[in-house]
């Protein structure tokens, strides 16, 4: 994440990435982290497993990445530590769900709620 953040914003003003194992993600949810940006330097999706499905920030900083736990359930609440203490004004969106594991496919069926 920290390559495709350093790759893209030296020609945009901001950049929204998210994961591909989230179905069912309203649009809405990615046209607000383009929207948090205008004021907020990071904006962050979390899902329910205590990751995030959805990172954006429109200044590049490689900080934020650094000594997280990568798949484990504290990734969210260690990248908001991280934005407070660098004084990053973070955004979070509404929970959603992500696909990990099987058990985690009940969540395709019905609404996605």
Request: charged content about 25%; hydrophobic content about 35%.
């Amino acid at each position: 994440m920290k390559d495709v953040f350093h790759y893209f914003l030296n020609n945009s003003q901001k950049v929204v990435i998210m994961g591909s194992d989230s179905p069912g993600l309203p649009e809405s949810n990615i046209l607000r982290a383009f929207i948090e940006l205008d004021e907020k330097d990071l904006v962050l999706g979390p899902t329910y497993d205590g990751g995030y499905y959805l990172i954006g920030l429109k200044k590049f900083c490689p900080e934020i990445f650094e000594n997280v736990q990568w798949s484990t359930g504290s990734v969210f609440e260690t990248t908001l530590l991280k934005a407070k203490e660098l004084n990053k004004k973070c955004a979070v969106l509404d929970h959603w769900h992500d696909i990990d594991r099987p058990e985690d496919l009940k969540y395709l069926q019905g609404n996605n709620k």
